[in-house]
T-cell receptor
Framework: KAGVTQTPRYLIKTRGQQVTLSCSPI?????VSWYQQTPGQGLQFLFE???????NKGNFPGRFSGRQFSNSRSEMNVSTLELGDSALYLC???????????FGPGTRLTVL | DQQVKQNSPSLSVQEGRISILNCDYT??????FLWYKKYPAEGPTFLIS?????DKNEDGRFTVFLNKSAKHLSLHIVPSQPGDSAVYFC????????????FGKGTKLTVNP
């Protein structure tokens, strides 16, 4: 079974721009979660989508948004980028019941 | 407010010995706990989990212990191997089937040959 894939792997943007990250979950997984990893804050939960609906949301500003498509693929969007948004963004998929989440390799976003 | 804490940023052990990684949590509503391993430039890899109704779960060289009264869990790796060198994250999830994981900040394990 193919794992979770994320594209692109690396991105460089400038302040004020917006960015869209993509995640393809493991086949059959209906839940997709997004996390931000920074050296200071560690891994922090952004949001989770299940069957195209946002089911959980973390404590991030409205500039961070996401969506999920009918094939379970998910996108995450960050608008009006700030320097502090530089981070590794990780996507994880699961079957949707409390259990193990399987992570992709992440997208490294650098904001200049 | 850090709900999941890994107080040791790093741990160094000799190959063949036991590695013990610790994790404390503050939220008594957590009912499921997981350990992930992460290598640089890769996403976290699931290792082992434990439900709050158990106090121990084993999978090969990995054993997780849960002490609910102390709000403490630990991961034991026996015997430790150089390939186990990585950052280990403890994570917890809340009641109700939530897929939201709350992570500790990780412990970097180095296993010396």
């Amino acid at each position: 079974k193919a794992g979770v894939t994320q594209t692109p792997r690396y991105l460089i943007k400038t302040r004020g721009q917006q960015v869209t990250l993509s995640c393809s979950p493991i086949s059959g997984h209906r839940s997709v979660s997004w996390y931000q990893q920074t050296p200071g804050q560690g891994l922090q939960f952004l949001f989770e989508y299940f069957s195209e609906t946002q089911r959980n949301k973390g404590n991030f500003p409205g500039r961070f948004s996401g969506r999920q498509f009918s094939n379970s693929r998910s996108e995450m969007n960050v608008s009006t980028l700030e320097l502090g948004d530089s981070a590794l963004y990780l996507c994880a998929s699961s079957v949707g019941v409390t259990g193990e989440q399987f992570f992709g390799p992440g997208t490294r976003l650098t904001v200049l | 407010d850090q709900q999941v804490k890994q107080n040791s940023p790093s741990l160094s052990v000799q190959e063949g010995r036991i590695s013990i990684l610790n994790c404390d949590y503050t939220n008594s509503m957590f009912d499921y706990f997981l350990w992930y391993k992460k290598y640089p430039a890769e996403g976290p890899t699931f290792l082992i989990s434990i439900s709050s109704i158990k106090d121990k779960n084993e999978d090969g060289r990995f054993t997780v212990f849960l002490n609910k009264s102390a709000k403490h869990l630990s991961l034991h790796i026996v015997p430790s191997q150089p390939g186990d060198s990585a950052v280990y994250f403890c994570a917890a999830s809340l009641l109700g089937g939530s897929e939201k994981l709350v992570f500790g900040k990780g412990t970097k394990l180095t296993v010396n040959p």
